[in-house]
């Protein structure tokens, strides 16, 4: 079943706002894509206390299959439980979202981007921020994920999976055959890449 479509609503009177959905590599996660921008960060929402930040992310969470949402810049990824199918949950889920944007509502609460750089970064440490900002972030932004920097240490670079990266069962090839050799041929020094 091709569950990828399009909803039809105003932002203003003549600013047409669209919302299309779209499977991602984790079948337990949907993508949600806005034709406009609706934050100029992303965000990650595991679970429900984790919220407060943002009125969208707590609003999805009212419903009981909702087990994490993770927001982009002009998309929403969400996790669902297994005792229902996106079939049932998708199109309404796409009026909700078009409904909550449109009214005004905001969508994220001052929130810090968890990659920039700081001037007690190490050179090693500034070089993988930029790698993950200009190379992987947007390429895993494609199918509804993200990923953060946790920390490096020991020639050892931590990173956390969000959004649709996290739980997806192709996760560990992306983790190890895309991003780990990506960084190990930009930096030398790194010996491993994990998940945490």
């Not at 002009?74 to 229902?84: A, G, S």
């Not at 070089?127 to 993950?132: H, W």
Request: net charge negative.
């Amino acid at each position: 079943m091709n569950l990828a479509m399009n909803l039809n609503t105003n932002l203003s009177a003549n600013l047409p706002l669209n919302v299309t959905f779209e499977v991602t590599p984790n079948p337990a996660t949907m993508k949600f894509i806005f034709s406009n921008q609706i934050s100029d960060q992303t965000a990650d929402f595991p679970n429900n206390e984790s919220t407060d930040r943002s009125p969208l992310a707590a609003k999805i969470f009212g419903f009981p299959w909702v087990s994490a949402v993770f927001l982009g810049e002009n998309f929403v990824t969400i996790t669902k439980q297994d005792w229902v199918e996106w079939s049932v949950l998708a199109k309404p889920l796409s009026g909700l979202l078009a409904e909550h944007v449109t009214s005004g509502q905001p969508v994220l609460l001052n929130l810090v981007a968890a990659n920039n750089e700081s001037e007690n970064d190490s050179p090693i440490v500034k070089q993988i921020k930029r790698l993950l900002e200009s190379e992987i972030k947007p390429v895993v932004a494609l199918d509804g994920g993200d990923i953060a920097f946790v920390n490096y240490e020991n020639n050892i670079l931590s990173l956390k999976m969000m959004g649709s990266c996290s739980g997806c069962p192709s996760s560990q090839a992306t983790l190890k055959d895309g991003i780990e050799v990506r960084m190990k041929q930009a930096i030398p020094e790194i010996l491993e890449v994990i998940a945490v």
